[in-house]
């Protein structure tokens, strides 16, 4: 079975900053695709930021230059780190990962179960 773990969230101040981090772990032949999404309240879960395995990134246009997203391949993890943060950042992040599993010949996608950010203005 394959689990992804995340840890970091919290209350912060405008201004402040917070890092996530999300681990993988089961049997991982491989990871592609790693990814933070965030989900507000009554809104849709959007993409945050992406990191592919080589390390090319992308992120969503709100938060470009504040935030950052890296991955330790040797470790399976994903972090994100958050600076600058606004109100409008509060929202439950999610980390989603495309796993190819042992006894699998694709990559399947998998999400953690969220941890929640609060930023007060």
């Known amino acids: 079975q394959v689990q992804l773990v995340e840890s970091g969230g919290g209350l912060v101040q405008a201004g402040g900053s917070l890092t996530l981090s999300c681990v993988a772990s089961g049997n991982i032949v491989s990871i592609n695709f790693m990814a933070w999404y965030r989900q507000a309240p009554g809104k849709q879960r959007d993409l945050v930021a992406s990191i592919t395995s080589i390390g090319i990134t992308n992120y969503a246009g709100s938060v470009k230059g504040r935030f950052t997203i890296s991955r330790d391949n040797a470790k399976n993890t994903v972090a994100l780190q958050m600076n600058s943060l606004e109100p409008e950042d509060t929202a439950v992040y999610y980390c989603?990962?495309?796993?190819?599993?042992?006894?699998?010949?694709?990559?399947?996608?998998?999400w953690g179960q969220g941890t929640q950010v609060t930023v007060s203005s």
């Open positions: 989603k990962a495309n796993i190819k599993k042992y006894g699998e010949g694709w990559d399947r996608a998998y």
